[in-house]
């Protein structure tokens, strides 16, 4: 039996997803989108959020390598989280 599951954070990225599609593709929204491709990949239900990251990715032509590729740098250059006040905590459950 194929069950859908609700995400914990979904109300929380269902915002975060609404924000990405206003703003575009800053650093720290590049680090966000992937977080979120990750938190999301092969999760049970969440379809809309996993379509909507599908637009984002299309709108902002990007595929999932190069997203990965640029937030690497992202991160290697550090402090992308200080911006949002929380200083490098980052929630990837």
């Given at each position: 039996?194929?069950?859908?599951?609700?995400?914990?954070?979904?109300?929380?990225?269902?915002?975060?997803?609404?924000?990405?599609?206003?703003?575009?593709?800053?650093?720290?929204?590049?680090?966000?989108?992937?977080?979120l491709r990750i938190r999301y990949q092969g999760f049970p239900g969440a379809r809309d959020i996993q379509a909507k990251l599908d637009q984002i990715?299309?709108?902002?032509?990007?595929?999932?390598?190069?997203?990965?590729?640029?937030?690497?740098?992202?991160?290697?250059?550090?402090?992308?989280?200080?911006?949002?006040?929380?200083?490098?905590?980052?929630?990837?459950?």
């Amino acid at each position: 039996m194929n069950k859908e599951q609700q995400h914990p954070q979904y109300s929380q990225d269902s915002i975060a997803v609404a924000s990405l599609f206003q703003e575009g593709p800053t650093d720290l929204n590049l680090a966000e989108l992937a977080r979120l491709r990750i938190r999301y990949q092969g999760f049970p239900g969440a379809r809309d959020i996993q379509a909507k990251l599908d637009q984002i990715m299309e709108m902002w032509e990007l595929n999932e390598e190069e997203l990965f590729q640029k937030t690497r740098a992202i991160h290697e250059a550090g402090g992308i989280y200080e911006s949002r006040g929380k200083k490098e905590e980052q929630d990837w459950s």
